[in-house]
């Protein structure tokens, strides 16, 4: 916002001077005085109540039988609260698909996110930091690959698997969100450790310390921020992933979006399958929101481009 | 694509600034720059030039190539590989036949828009650019706003924000709840039909049919008699297809119009219990139908005259003399009961899924807009206030220019990502709305991977979304080249 945009109104805001008296407010504006805050406080906590509807719903449909849920409405437990039960949570936790795919999705989601933050962060430290010839041009691409639709790259990486003989391992489906992490990893990083004064860089350079130790003891430590805010965004990109899991993930290793994907085929009747897996799945995600809320926020503001 | 709501935009080039945005070999990051985004947006440090002399430093180049290395190589061979020469493999087998044996010149884009379903998607993708960013940007800048001038906001914020958290299979699954055509489970079509039925009261005799070969026949929702009837020649208008838990409870045995002065008849449910019974005639025990309006009709189509049956299901006009005159039962008769809309069915399926997006992503545009009214400088409105303008135009005309940037942000933002939508649209369309719901990104899927193993098309849908994204991605390169 440059401080030009404020020319943009010009009659409300005569530069430097000041008005003697205040206008005599109008009723309407005297009545939201006195009964606005009330007002406003109400609507936002309509907003909100609107806005937790949808997932209350399914908590609440989650704890119901299917006999249940196919009778009635899951709003019939505050007329009725005896419906509740942890039934579907027993079953759920007892079925083996659902188990064995929660497990994949951690096992596809930690070393994705460790690898997008480690790789990234090395990569975005030679970018800012080190001299070497084509930097700049090396960095346009990738601030151009920020925005590349994963589509565009499933079939040929697909092949690359196939070729390389992990087509639907695991390791295919961590490989494919790295490479598509890091674009954007290298970009936020890199800007941030921009911003590290160089003279803390050049006295560790100067004290004879090597790139790695630099990199170790003075980047990474102050680069803490903006590798949490990283670290936050490519956990959640990974672990709610469904597309990239459907194409290069066989069934045994997919993760639990896909596996819930498959029961979505007869929503009514799998409900008590797909509530209480549903919600499990976005424990994790809702747990580190939660937590690290302060570096999501830091994350969206920098930059997202998913 | 980048958010930065202290946008460094316009910032003269440093005079001490060496490296020229052409220059290939950069010379270090000399001279004060800038981050092109990043938390805080701190000022990068200025420094002086670098001391490049000396052997001392010879060497260090050196050793730096093979640190350079160490550092980019691994990052630097993902994206090559798995990134870079894949768009140019696409881009290739965009031009080849389904299983890439035969080069097909621009068959796959003649036929992407040409075909019924691909044509679909591109149209629904066109809706969804059009809609979704914009009503969710509105709601972001009109959740900011609401939560800047309350204490206590951050629950409501965090509320709002948190579906960004959750899977789109999650917000899928939730919302096939909230949609669901049954208004016994889903939630709005619960809402609907309260609604609707304290306006509307369904009647009982919805559904109910004629005999193939009686005096009806039907007629807009309704029914009228086969042939004008006259006067003094008593109507028998036969219905059936009636649940006998239906029968209002007041209705009594059937009885034929005696005859007498003016147009006469009976409306009744012209089917005997247990069987036996002729059709088109009162037999004993068949149930009159009570509070049936019944219209005469005269020649030219005017209604001349409108009356109720009895509990007996008979009616009399005792002032229509002289016919003939059409009787007609109108379709307000039979209104049928509301049932809820079909959210998720042919006609609506886009809209209901934009409804999703946007309880998904108003909160991200809310929490850009709030940082960017943070950063407002507070006297702009203050001064405004002063001089009496009320909230509205304060609003209109101090908070809204000056937040325009961030809001253009968010805008592009949510474009780039509503282009590239498909768990969303795969996960909350049923199979049978599919095709309806179709976009881009999920018929590319879908031709390559979803049976039709067409990758010639696959891959031309890729490069048209490559293409949709392009103008972000140039926009993003000359904003990093004009702030560095």
């Known amino acids: 916002m440059s401080h030009a945009t404020i020319d943009t109104a010009p009659e409300l805001i005569p530069a430097g001077t000041a008005r003697g008296g205040r206008p005599r407010p109008g009723p309407w504006t005297r009545f939201m005085m006195r009964f606005g805050k009330a007002l406003l406080r109400l609507l936002v906590v309509l907003i909100g109540a609107f806005w937790l509807l949808p997932t209350f719903g399914l908590a609440v449909a989650s704890l119901r039988s299917s006999a249940d849920n196919s009778a009635t409405g899951w709003w019939t437990v505050f007329t009725a609260p005896a419906q509740l039960t942890l039934d579907n949570y027993v079953q759920v936790l007892q079925n083996e698909r659902i188990v064995h795919s929660l497990w994949n999705t951690v096992l596809i989601t930690v070393p994705s996110t460790l690898l997008v933050v480690l790789l990234g962060a090395l990569g975005a430290y030679a970018l800012a930091w080190m001299d070497f010839p084509g930097r700049e041009w090396l960095f346009v691409l990738v601030v151009a690959l920020i925005v590349v639709p994963v589509q565009v790259a499933i079939v040929p990486d697909a092949r690359i698997f196939r070729a390389l003989g992990i087509y639907g391992e695991i390791s295919a489906v961590v490989a494919f969100h790295v490479a598509f992490g890091l674009p954007f990893a290298i970009f936020l990083l890199r800007n941030f450790f921009l911003n590290i004064p160089r003279d803390m860089l050049e006295a560790a350079r100067i004290d004879g310390a090597r790139e790695m130790v630099i990199f170790a003891r003075v980047v990474l430590p102050i680069g803490w921020p903006a590798i949490a805010s990283l670290a936050i965004f490519q956990f959640l990109w990974v672990w709610n992933d469904l597309l990239v899991a459907l194409v290069f993930a066989t069934s045994d290793n997919a993760p639990i979006t896909y596996a819930l994907r498959e029961q979505m085929r007869s929503f009514s009747s799998n409900l008590d399958t797909i509530g209480p897996g549903a919600f499990l799945s976005m424990l994790l995600p809702l747990v580190v929101f939660f937590a690290f809320q302060r570096y999501f926020v830091q994350g969206v503001l920098a930059g997202s481009g998913k | ?484």
């Open chain 2, 1 to 484: 694509m980048t958010i930065t709501p202290d946008p460094a935009q316009g910032i003269p080039p440093s005079p001490a600034q060496t490296t020229t945005g052409r220059a290939s070999v950069a010379d270090g990051p000399g001279g004060p720059r800038r981050a092109a985004g990043g938390p805080g947006h701190r000022d990068a440090p200025g420094g002086g030039p670098r001391n490049t002399a000396g052997t001392a430093a010879r060497r260090r180049s050196r050793e730096t190539r093979l640190m350079v290395a160490f550092f980019l190589g691994p990052a630097l061979v993902l994206l090559l590989l798995l990134v870079c020469y894949p768009i140019v493999y696409t881009l290739w087998l965009s031009f080849r036949s389904g299983d890439g044996s035969r080069f097909v010149g621009f068959d796959n884009y003649v036929e992407m828009f040409t075909s019924s379903n691909t044509q679909r998607a591109i149209l629904n993708n066109l809706v969804w650019v059009i809609v979704a960013p914009a009503v969710a940007t509105t709601l972001g800048l009109i959740f900011a706003v609401l939560t800047e001038r309350l204490r206590r906001a951050a629950v409501l914020k965090a509320v709002l924000f948190m579906p960004m958290a959750i899977s789109f299979l999650a917000a899928g699954v939730t919302f096939r709840l909230v949609y669901d055509e049954n208004p016994d489970r889903g939630v709005l079509n619960a809402v609907a039909v309260s609604v609707h039925d304290a306006f509307v009261s369904p009647s009982p005799y919805h559904g109910v049919d004629v005999r193939e070969q009686g005096e009806l026949v039907p007629m807009k929702g309704g029914f009228e008699s086969r042939r004008p009837v006259n006067p003094g020649e008593p109507a028998h208008l036969a219905l059936v297809g009636l649940p006998p838990n239906r029968i209002p409870t007041d209705a009594k045995p059937a009885t034929a119009p005696a005859g007498g002065p003016g147009l006469q008849g009976v409306v009744w449910l012209d089917f005997t219990r247990g069987g036996g019974g002729r059709a088109g005639t009162v037999d004993p025990g068949e149930m009159g139908l009570p509070q049936m309006t019944v219209e005469a009709v005269a020649n030219g189509g005017t209604v001349v005259a409108t009356t109720r049956t009895d509990a007996t299901g008979r009616f009399a006009f005792p002032d229509l003399t002289s016919g003939p005159y059409v009787l007609r039962l109108p379709a307000d008769n039979f209104t049928e009961p509301f049932n809820g809309v079909t959210l998720l069915g042919p006609s609506l399926i886009t809209p209901a899924i934009i409804g999703a997006y946007i309880w998904i992503w108003a909160g991200f545009a809310m929490v850009l807009v709030s940082a960017g009214l943070a950063a407002l400088p507070r006297e702009a409105l203050e001064a405004a206030r002063m001089d009496g303008a009320n909230e509205w135009q304060t609003f209109r005309h101090v908070t809204v220019p000056l937040v325009r940037p961030v809001l253009v942000v968010v805008l592009v933002t949510l474009t780039i990502n509503v282009l590239k939508i498909f768990d969303l649209v795969y996960v909350l369309a049923p199979e049978s709305s599919q095709n309806d719901a179709t976009v881009v990104a999920l018929e590319m899927y879908r031709v390559s991977f979803g049976g039709g193993l067409d990758y010639g098309l696959g891959s031309a849908l890729a490069v048209l979304l490559i293409a949709l994204v392009l103008p972000a991605m140039l926009f993003n390169i000359r904003r990093l080249r004009r702030d560095s």
